[in-house]
Nanobody
Framework: VQLQASGGGLVQAGGSLRLSCAASGRTFTNWLMGWFRQAPGKEREFVASVTWNLGTTNHRDSVKGRFTISRDKTKNTVYLQMNSLKPEDTAVYYC????????????WGQGTQVTVSS
């Protein structure tokens, strides 16, 4: 499984960015796709996930109403639309994947830096 993340950048508070994660290497039926982030000096944290089959989503509380995860099965790509960005959203964002039956997230893409200036 290969995951290629892109779309990060520098944006002012209140702005928007869309991250993309191109997935390849297998079919993703019954898989879960997710976004995580890690800010300097902090542990990596879950941001959002989506089931490949039905598109069922889950978002951490602090991004609900601002971030939206989605997937395009025809393009094998997962997106994270981020609106109303805040300085505290600054982090390296990672996409990840796991089989729905797996205990842990075991496939990771390279990170993409998101910096939100105040």
């Amino acid at each position: 499984v290969q995951l290629q993340a892109s779309g990060g950048g520098l944006v002012q508070a209140g702005g928007s960015l869309r991250l993309s994660c191109a997935a390849s290497g297998r079919t993703f039926t019954n898989w879960l796709m997710g976004w995580f982030r890690q800010a300097p000096g902090k542990e990596r944290e879950f941001v959002a996930s989506v089931t490949w089959n039905l598109g069922t989503t889950n978002h951490r509380d602090s991004v609900k109403g601002r971030f939206t995860i989605s997937r395009d099965k025809t393009k094998n790509t997962v997106y994270l639309q981020m609106n109303s960005l805040k300085p505290e959203d600054t982090a390296v964002y990672y996409c990840s994947a796991r089989n729905s039956a797996a205990y842990d997230w075991n496939y990771w893409g390279q990170g993409t830096q998101v910096t939100v200036s105040s």
